[in-house]
Structure formats: C-alpha cells, structure tokens
C-alpha cells in the first residue's frame, strides 16, 4: 500500500531549485497551482462538518411502553442504537433517584426533565428536586391547559405563570424553565402569533422555549423561522416529522401514525438544523410517538448522520 505523502512534500518535488543559470522552468508553477487547488478541494471535502453539531437526545415518550416494564432495558436499548442523553418526561412509577443510578451505571445523562403544567405551578420545589437528582439543568412544561381555542387571554395567564416560575426555578435552584409548544399558539394574534405573545409577555431571563417542530409545523408556522426569530431564547428541540399528505390544524393533536422517520415527512430537516446552529441550541432531541417508534428511529439517527454542511 503507497502511503499518503503531505502537501509539503509534494510542492518539494514539483517546485526543484533552480538550476545554475538561475532558471526555474514556469511549467512548474502550474503543477503547483494545481497540487494546491486539489489539496485546497481535498481539504473542504474532508472539513465537512454535520448539520447536528452534537448527538441527538433521546425523549423518554418514544419509549413510553417499553419504560412502563422495564427501565434497566429500554436505557440499554437506547444506548445500543449510540444514544446516551434522555430528556425524560415521566418517572414511569419510580424515583428520580433511582433513574439517576441507572443512568450513571451506564454513562448516560438527562438533561431535561418534563412536568406537567399543574405539577409545576403547584410544587415547583419539588419538580426542582427531581430535575436536580436527575442531573437536568432544563425543566420543561409541553401543554397549556384550555377550553379550545387557545386564546389570548389563555397565552397571557400562562405567561404569568411561567414567569412566576421560571424565576423560582432559576433564583432558587439554578434550573432554565422552557415551554414546549404543541401548535394551537401559532393562531394568528395582531401582526403575529399567540407564540409570539407568550414571547414578548415572558422575561427572556426566565423563560426559554423548546421547539417542537412537528408541532409547529402543524399550527401553520415555519419550524426554522421561529427558530431563527427566538434565537439564544430556543434551547432545546424536539426532532420529529410529519406525514406527508398530513394536514394541520390548531388543535394541537393529530394521531400517533403520523410521526414518521425523519427525512422522510414534510419538515425541512436541514433548514431547521442550521437554524438551531445558528441559535446556539444546547440540546436537540429525538421524538417519535409512533407505534412503529422500534424501526423508524434507527433510520431517524441515520438520516441526521448522513447530513453534512
């Protein structure tokens, strides 16, 4: 096998001294010229970098069933397929503390943890707590209970709440609240959304977002744009894809077999990857509430590792 020689040494051979007339032929220069325009190409091919600039998470309602048996398992099982952070939305009937040392014997993490929203408002100490056992520096809340339709008046009264909160979550416990939509805030509100109400009437300081981006692609938005629109306020993501053919509405529920792979629904996975780059997202996670979750997601963690910049 011929071993690779560096660029150094191949502009060395090309490039010879001068003999001793002083002459050094001129056809040399467009060898290197071209040697270095190759190496040049070589170089951008080989510093292509993946659109997710870290591995996905994992949320833990993928694997709702399997968790309700068998923790021990489903946790050896997501790390087989090279996943090793789970943002967990359920304690699946036993203690932060126990899933903690599950996770550690196995070099996993949690770095969100999600609570309901009656859970949080009542006892935010408490939900502190667990997160904190859990090793979570996130805590998340993923509905706003209404009478549909979600409303105004519905999107400043949880505004409220979650700046409440949100500050005792980070003074007390140095925790970042998110809220996660789920598409009925992206109703049209004045020259925006009720998303953008929830915005502007909570303290960047308290209240971060996780975007779910089936979600908001299903409440009529464009997943990357609100993204881009939110910035360093977006810290988490929720990755999932919708079936094509699949309309969407602002009810903010659609049935399970519409999660498909990603890649393969009608989000613009890509778009949505450089914005979150882009907007400094700390973690990105894997969701697919589908019935078929066991074969879609391996084809999900493919298709993001085959994304290059």
């Known amino acids: 096998m ?12 090309t490039y010879r001294q001068p003999d001793r007339a002083g002459f ?45 048996t068998d923790i021990p398992g489903t946790l050896d099982a997501i790390r087989r397929l090279g996943v090793r952070d789970i943002e967990f939305s359920n304690l699946f009937g036993t203690t932060a503390a ?19 929203y009656e859970q949080l408002m009542k006892s935010p100490d ?40 949100g500050r005792t979550l980070r003074e007390r416990h140095g925790l970042t609240f998110c809220y996660h939509n789920h598409g009925y805030e992206f109703a049209p509100h004045g020259d925006g959304t009720l998303f953008d109400l929830i915005a502007a009437e909570t303290n960047p300081d308290d209240v971060a977002f996780e ?31 919708l079936r094509r053919g699949v309309t969407g509405d602002l009810t903010g529920r659609t ?20 914005a979150a780059a882009r907007a400094g997202v700390a973690h990105a996670y894997i969701e697919d509430e589908s019935p078929l979750f066991a074969e879609q997601v391996p084809r999900s963690i493919a298709y993001l590792q085959s994304l290059v910049e």
């Open 126 to 165: 408490t939900v502190a707590a667990d997160a904190t056992i859990l090793g979570a520096r996130f805590v998340r809340v993923a509905w706003i209970p209404h009478q549909a339709p979600f409303t105004a008046d519905h999107a400043r009264a949880a505004a409220a709440d979650f700046n409440r909160v």
């Open 24 to 68: 050094r032929p001129s056809a040399h220069r467009g060898v290197i010229a071209f040697v270095v325009a190759v190496a040049a190409g070589l170089g951008s091919c080989m510093a292509a970098e993946p659109l997710l600039r870290r591995p996905p998470g994992m949320v833990s309602y993928t694997y709702r069933e399997p968790f309700k």
């Open 255 to 274: 049935p399970p077999e519409n999660d498909v792979a990603l890649g393969s629904g009608q989000i613009d996975i890509p778009a949505v990857l450089r």
């Open 2 to 13: 011929i071993e690779p020689r560096p660029l150094s040494e191949f502009i060395r051979m």
């Open 98 to 116: 126990v899933i903690r040392r599950l996770l550690d014997e196995r070099g996993m993490t949690c770095s969100s943890y999600g609570v309901g």
């Open 211 to 241: 975007i779910d981006i089936l979600w908001a692609h299903f409440g009529g938005a464009n997943p990357a744009a609100v993204i881009e629109r939110y910035g360093s306020r977006v810290k988490l993501l929720h990755l999932k894809d």
